[in-house]
């Protein structure tokens, strides 16, 4: 990384479409999508923004809005079609047009092997509660080292642990659609030793970049300074952040995660012994974080676990969370938030980045996603989200401060680099720097955020840029 990335970011199943094109297999998520459980948005990604044939203006575009890096994910179905066994060269194809149009207008792509899109037959036989998974992923990425290694020298193994077992297994909007924390704790698990396994067989293929994992990381607050309250925050810190990133930069669990496992009773017989081996060569090169929101805890006071969220943008199913004997989540009413009920916060990435620095202060951090979910509207061929430039500007003054203070970021992803298919939240939900006219033809359209990130970038750039070598 001999420059800041100044980039913006997408997942393959989001923009992508082209379900059935290339040789691809189907993947959790078009099965999901085609199914009765999707009944919150009921819409698929079957064309998403259609970035399969579009993706040379997509990334031309991401170009001459002055960006250097693309943050995109591999969809592991276009590669090896069945999750295991025969490769598609079609699909491998596909992934190296994208890589070489990132080189024609230079820009570095940052890959992630895994963003919640797993293929059916292995997600039939358990996902990742089953240990089968693990070693099928590390062949898979495998085969992305040895085909792509050339071209890629940044590398993300999986996309937020933390964030998809919750939705898979916490809240149940996510498939397998259940709720159930002990079977949340054993995917992670399979999740995190399959990210240390990629890493490790990275190093011995001896891989001429980096390689990290990407992980939504939160700087957990009190409204209250109790020791309650203190408790609160120590036991949220585990269930987000500490479960993934501990073992991910240090190559061992935080005994204090354990310890809280063991005494709720979980089974925990799926971690065996020679795994250890593994976590320790997985140790990441870098941590990606994916930052949002602030997590306002406070204490447990009785009940049963719930997990809900607000899916639909109307407010009828609140974000609520009680994690029996653990915390529960707070609300401050005096601060805004979007219609999802995401608070616009972005002192918290400040005060994350300064945590996470005191914790892990050898591990360089790449923020790789930050954005803000919104109902973009399209008038006169223009989208005016003067919101979504003043929630990236301030959350930028903040990095920029982190890193005045000591913190060592080496770069920033905007969520995302164009409108795209939003997980069960439906399509009316945008994050894009440029708008999809989804019901013309998928045109693209720059909206004011993307002209103000290129200025961003062109004329505050340079002071980004402190730390790297
Ligand atoms: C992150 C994911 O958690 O948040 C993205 O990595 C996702 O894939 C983004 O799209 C925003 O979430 P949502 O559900 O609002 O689209």
Known sequence: ?????????????????????????????????????????????????????RYEEDIRMLSE???NAYRFSIAWTRIIPKGVGERSREGIEFYHRILDTCKKYKVEPLVTLYHYDLPQGLFEKGGWENRDTVQAYIEYAKVCFEEFGDKVKLWATVNEPNYETICCYGRGNYPPNVQDLSRRWKAMYHLLLASAGAVSAYKD????????????????EALKDTPEYKEAIYMADLFYNRCVNEVSVNGVYSQGFIDKLKSDGFDLSYMLEEDKETFI????????????????????SGGETVMTANNTGDGKTKNETIIKGWFALDEDPYTEKNAWGCELYPKAVYNLLMQLKEIYPHTPIIITENGLGYYDKLEDGCVHDEYRVEFLKSYLE????????????????VWSTMDLYSWINGYKKRYGLVYVDYDNDNNRIPKDSYYWYKQYILSEGEKFNAKIQ
């Open 65 to 67: 809005g002055g960006q």
């Open 281 to 300: 060569k997985g140790k990441v090169d870098y941590l990606g974080i994916n930052a949002y929101d602030r997590t306002l805890v406070k204490p447990y």
């Open 398 to 413: 903040w990095i920029k401060k982190a890193i005045d203070d000591g913190c060592d970021v080496r770069g920033y992803f």
């Open 1 to 53: 990384m001999a420059k800041f990335l100044w980039g913006s970011a997408t997942a393959a199943y989001q923009c992508e479409g082209g379900w059935k094109e290339g040789g691809k297999g189907m993947s959790n998520w078009e099965t999901f999508c085609h199914s009765e459980k999707n009944v919150v948005n009921p819409v698929t990604g079957d064309v998403a923004s259609d970035h399969y044939h």
């Open 205 to 220: 293929m001896k891989g001429k970049g980096q390689i990290g994992i990407v992980s939504d990381s939160y700087s957990i």
